[in-house]
């Protein structure tokens, strides 16, 4: 395992990148573990099914992303994505102002 410091990390962040690509990259801040920088494409330890989907319904929870976008980025189908989010208690359609003014739209267009 490749081990590098926050100063370094900062100096030159595109050699932990590298590095990652071959294997995990330990972040120390002082001399206290800080972070692991793990390459989502490195097959030698499954982490793109492993953390793909982790991340992308964070960043759709987050707002960041998009459903489709973040569907594209977990790796997984449509309905598998939707289920992984549902399985995480992530609502699918989250509720604002302009989801409450749609549905009195709804209903007034429907009582016609």
């Known amino acids: 395992m490749f081990a590098t410091n926050v100063r370094n990390l900062k100096k030159n962040p595109s050699l932990a990148l590298r590095q990652a690509e071959q294997e995990p990259v330990l972040v ?3 001399d206290q573990p800080n972070a692991l ?4 494409d490195a097959s030698n330890m499954g982490s793109e099914q492993l953390f793909r989907p982790a991340i992308a319904a964070s960043l759709y929870k987050d707002k960041t992303l ?3 976008a973040a569907t594209r980025l977990s790796g997984l189908s449509l309905s598998q994505f939707v289920e992984h989010l549902s399985s995480l208690g992530v609502d699918l359609v989250q509720v604002d102002e302009t989801t409450r ?3 009195r739209n709804i209903g007034t267009w429907l009582a016609s």
């Open 101 to 103: 003014q749609e549905t």
């Open 66 to 68: 998009s459903l489709g």
């Open 37 to 40: 920088i793990i390459h989502l």
């Open 28 to 30: 120390l801040k002082g």
